[in-house]
């Protein structure tokens, strides 16, 4: 394993995003900071509880989630595609790098990215007295293992897009609206019974119930359907990156 070029590859990723921290670091945060105030604070003040909690302890998790897959999602997707676009990822391909260490360092740089806006999405969430982790073990696996996720559908949708406006598709079709679907701001019970059905076979609900969870201790769905939704999708994604990867689809012309 080449330890050194792939450090060397995960640095340069990551300063590729802090290079540009008002969009990549700065901008989730202030999302984060509006959404905790206006669901968490203004909208909370009219709710009671939820499931004994407060309504700003209960969308947290969401919250958080949130930016966390968006960020994991947008750092892989717009390296590599840009990458591509720019025709400089042949530099990459002929570097001392095996393919696995090539989707390494970018699901490594997407975790990254997603676990420090994560990081500060909880450190604004303290302003509020509204961050609590219930199990600290659980709640660092889920973070991890949802970024790794959403790192990896990053890299599928740069290597199918071939243009800017298909690098949106997946985030503004597939990935907000099964979010907010997936109990962000609401409790499944919310939901009239048939749409509670429908939400099981939504995967970004076991996403948020399994941070929800870890954060304050309470579980809607059932957290082994939860386990294997999350290692099938990490082995189906990484198995298939790593496939195109191999015989260069859309890498090599």
């Known amino acids: 394993m080449n330890v050194i070029g792939l450090k060397t590859f995960v640095a340069r990723e990551v300063q590729r995003a802090f290079r540009v921290y008002i969009q990549t670091i700065l901008s989730p945060l202030i999302n984060a900071l ?8 203004v909208v909370g ?47 990459i391909l002929v570097a001392p790098l095996s393919h696995m260490e090539m989707i390494a360092g ?4 997407g975790v990254a990215r997603g676990l420090i806006v994560g990081l500060g999405v909880y450190v604004i969430a303290l302003i509020f ?10 709640f660092i696996l889920y973070t991890i293992a949802v970024a790794v996720i959403f790192s990896l559908l ?5 290597l199918w897009a071939q243009n800017f406006e298909q690098l949106s598709i997946l985030s503004v079709f597939v990935i907000t609206p099964l979010t907010f679907l997936g109990g962000v701001f ?15 076979f939504n995967p970004f609900f076991y996403f948020v119930d399994g941070l929800r969870y870890a954060m304050i201790g309470v579980r809607e769905g059932n ?11 990490i082995v189906l994604c990484g198995g298939l990156v790593w496939r195109l990867f191999t015989i260069g689809w859309r890498l090599r012309t």
């Open 223 to 233: 957290a082994m359907v939860g386990w294997m939704v999350i290692i099938g999708l």
């Open 106 to 109: 970018y699901v490594i740089a």
């Open 186 to 200: 609401n409790s499944v019970t919310m939901l009239p019974s048939s749409v509670q059905t429908i939400a099981l």
């Open 45 to 91: 003040s009219t709710i009671q509880s939820v499931g004994g909690f407060s309504y700003i302890d209960f969308v947290l998790p969401g919250i958080l989630m949130l930016n966390l897959i968006n960020s994991a999602f947008s750092q892989t997707s717009s390296s590599l595609y840009f990458q591509r676009f720019a025709k400089h990822i042949e530099e």
């Open 34 to 41: 509006l959404y905790i105030l206006i669901f968490g604070v």
């Open 154 to 158: 990053g890299l599928l949708v740069a």
């Open 129 to 138: 007295s509204a961050a609590t982790i219930a199990h600290l073990g659980l």
